[in-house]
């Protein structure tokens, strides 16, 4: 009997990840290209293409392509494209699940890189059997995806669930969208170097140190070496999370919310102020049943799985 | 042929209205009794299915009861239950749904009053048709109920959609739910009052101005005649409900918000402010797409139209 596989593709700015995965979240074949290297759409379509073509044709026996699942920054579920992605080179609305199943003959199912590894975290990660959950991705911004009832929410034109914009200070920090105090700007392993460099001088000094901070990595080792700035920056970027989450769950209330990326790696360092904060600033009547926790996902493999967790959704 | 109805009732703090209602919204039956008289909730049961029966028996030629639905202060759609109700005498939790099926034999439908009020609007006022929308009311506080894919967000708990407690200040004015900063002490009918008796005052005066202004249409009536104080806490009311909204579309991406309520009847007064405030914070991807409209639901109907719109929801 053949076996059925699914694409799972993730279509970054730097590099498009993807991959083939049976039911189980088991990942048969994994690839990688560099995004900025294809100067159409068709052309990445066509390369990816024909790795997986390749794959079956070598493998045709045994298994048989079920569908393509794609993540992809500002993927609309609903049209399938994606739209003025701020962080890929090709610009306009690019209608990629289209050219996809043009090509492979097949279903294709594309929305943006959070709500897909939400699913992900729903089939093959801590969130199964979970009905109500929200999803939020600690990475170079604060990405997430909402479950509601067992499906993602998107809203009438599929843009819901961007929790990194929620403005928490109106007058607060440069975000990249050109407003001020989005929750991204305070909480992503982006904000945390520049936390961490306003602690080492005053906030007002011109040099640059953020930008010469390695990643938010360096900022936990510095943590666990016991520097009291870094595990202060930790603290200042946990009560605001902490807060933030606190306020989303007067919107959904969720059962769970997992953290998944860099920051979420920190452990206690993040997710200990993180749950104070959390529990201190939650409504009474939600108060000590709701989880924070790390996702189950692994993150070599979340991008992937996630992206063909869009088809398995359905088909499990 | 029998016609159906189904029974309406909103239980409030101070009286409980019920009527009943045809597939059409038109309301056959309106009564009031007060809430505060029965010391169980037994004996309002009872009450209320006396009359209901008496109807029925009057006209049992043509109507026939097709059940009841019921929108109640902290009630839980899943338990049908009413639980720790700050406003009711009842304490405790309040198997309302069963009490109501076990007197009248028929389907019962519980769940709070703004999301009972939304489902109203979706069925009898301005969101016929619409599968994603957020209710807003501005009344003594702030209540919401919200419609992702045509379904009102309950979550896990049923308990989603408190959007009258999102922190919008951290050290803000003190909530009666033990924190501070909470939306509806800046965005309701109780809260104007407050923001227009620190402006005729200095905030740190020990007089307390509000409990002696009479309600929001005192405000409204002064703002009518050119009051520039008046004028004042409608802008600073609409400028942070419209932030407010403007980060709530950021969860659940809304077609349309809809406004209701004392203070939603201010017109212009608190819509324009809270328009140029909503679109000044949205996110650029949400610009120019979302309406914020006043309900067209009547402040008179409303309770019984929604409540009577749960069982209406899914049988039309």
């Known amino acids: 009997m053949t076996q059925q596989l699914v694409a799972g593709i993730d279509i970054g700015g730097t590099n498009t990840v993807f991959g083939l995965v049976d039911s189980t979240g088991n990942i048969v074949l994994k690839k990688s290209v560099p995004t900025e290297h294809f100067l159409l759409p068709d052309d990445l379509v066509a390369a990816i293409s024909e790795h997986i073509e390749k ?7 045994n298994y048989e ?3 393509v699942g794609i993540g992809a920054p500002n993927g609309n579920y609903f049209k399938g494209t994606i739209e003025l992605a701020a962080n890929l080179k090709w610009k306009g ?7 996809f199943s043009d090509r492979l003959k097949c279903k294709v199912i594309l929305t943006n890189d959070a709500n897909a590894a939400a699913i992900g975290e729903m089939l093959f990660g801590g969130a199964k059997g979970m009905k ?7 990475g170079t911004g604060l990405g997430s995806g909402i479950v509601v009832n067992g499906e993602v929410v998107y809203g009438h034109d599929s843009f819901a669930g961007e929790l990194g914009h929620i403005i928490m200070f109106p007058d607060g920090r440069q975000c990249g969208c050109g407003r001020k105090g989005c929750l991204e700007t305070y909480c992503s392993a982006t904000a945390i170097k520049r ?3 306003d602690l080492l001088l005053p906030s007002d000094a011109k040099t640059d140190i953020a930008g010469k901070i390695p990643d938010a990595k360096y900022i936990y080792d510095k943590a666990v070496s016991g520097d009291k700035n870094a595990i202060e920056a930790f603290n200042y970027t946990g009560d605001i999370l902490g807060l933030a989450l606190a306020n989303s769950v007067a919107y959904t209330s ?7 990326g860099g920051l979420a790696l920190a452990g206690d ?3 200990k102020p993180t749950i104070e904060s959390f529990e201190k600033n939650l409504l009474n009547i939600y108060k000590n049943k709701i989880k924070i926790l790390p996702s189950q996902l ?7 799985l996630g992206a063909a967790s869009l088809l398995w959704k359905g088909m499990c």
């Open 93 to 99: 609305i690019i209608p990629l699940a289209k050219l």
């Open 195 to 197: 936390t961490y460099s």
């Open 269 to 271: 360092f993040i997710f």
């Open 132 to 138: 109500d959950f929200i999803f939020i991705t600690l």
């Open 298 to 304: 692994s993150e070599n493999d979340a991008a992937i």
């Open 65 to 67: 392509l079920a569908g």
């Open 254 to 260: 969720p059962q769970t919310i997992f953290l998944f």
């Open 55 to 61: 794959y079956f044709l070598e493998f045709s026996k």
